[in-house]
């Protein structure tokens, strides 16, 4: 069972926005900073958003994140099919000194 | 380039031990922290700890003390996850990311796949 918690699925179809939500706590996105990675099928995780709303180098400005108290959410707008992917958040757990993340979203781009 | 290239596959039986490596390119090796993270079949992203690439002082998660070692060798900028005493739960992908900060894993390996079996 992950520590951070997110929806299993959203869907939505090319061109729509869609939006991603990581729930945690006071001890880990309530105090530190969110990382949201992208994992298309069989390959390894790439770094989407970092510091709870940075965008990488190369990163679209159709990917955004945010973070409201113990709550990120990853804001995708502009859908497409390559955008089908799994998505996770990770973020540091202060009180359990180890880094966590969400069980990860799968995203269809219907 | 920053480039974190893992070793191939491997198939264990098990109680045998497997040891995968990470060799880093295109930046100073000792600047960076190497992490290790591990996917089971089908599953999310476990976080293993990581390894002072600086120091070579490693930091193990919960439930990785004990048969998981992170080491390094400087000279060849890589690093090595061993695990001994395979057990068929150990089956997985493990990765390498270098940690840009607490967290922010901007480099990763392509991943390294163990499979336990008997």
């Known amino acids: 069972q992950s520590v951070l918690t997110q929806p299993p699925s959203v869907s939505a179809a090319p061109g729509q926005r869609v939006t991603i939500s990581c729930s945690g706590s006071s001890s880990d996105i309530g105090n530190n900073y969110v990382s949201w990675y992208q994992q298309l099928p069989g390959t390894a995780p790439k770094l989407l958003i970092y510091d709870n709303n940075k965008r990488p180098s190369g990163i679209p400005d159709r990917f955004s994140g945010s973070k409201s108290g113990t709550s990120a959410t990853l804001d995708i707008t502009g859908l497409q099919t390559g955008d089908e992917a799994d998505y996770y958040c990770g973020t540091w757990d202060s009180s359990l000194s180890a880094g966590v993340f969400g069980g990860g979203t799968k995203l269809t781009v219907l | 380039q920053v480039q974190l290239v893992q070793s191939g596959s491997e198939l264990k039986r098990p109680g045998a031990s497997v040891k995968v490596s990470c060799k880093t390119s295109g930046y100073t090796f000792n600047v960076y922290s190497i992490n290790w993270l591990r996917q089971a079949p089908g599953q999310g992203l476990e976080w293993m700890g990581w390894i002072n690439a600086n120091t070579g002082n490693p930091t193990y998660a919960q439930g990785f003390a004990g048969r998981f070692v992170f080491s390094l060798d400087s000279s060849v900028s890589t690093a090595y996850l061993q695990i001994s005493s395979l057990e068929a739960e150990d089956t997985a992908v493990y990765y390498c990311?270098?940690?840009?900060?607490?967290?922010?894993?901007?480099?990763w390996g392509q991943g390294a796949l163990v499979i336990v079996s008997s």
């Open positions: 990311a270098r940690d840009a900060a607490t967290i922010r894993f901007d480099y």
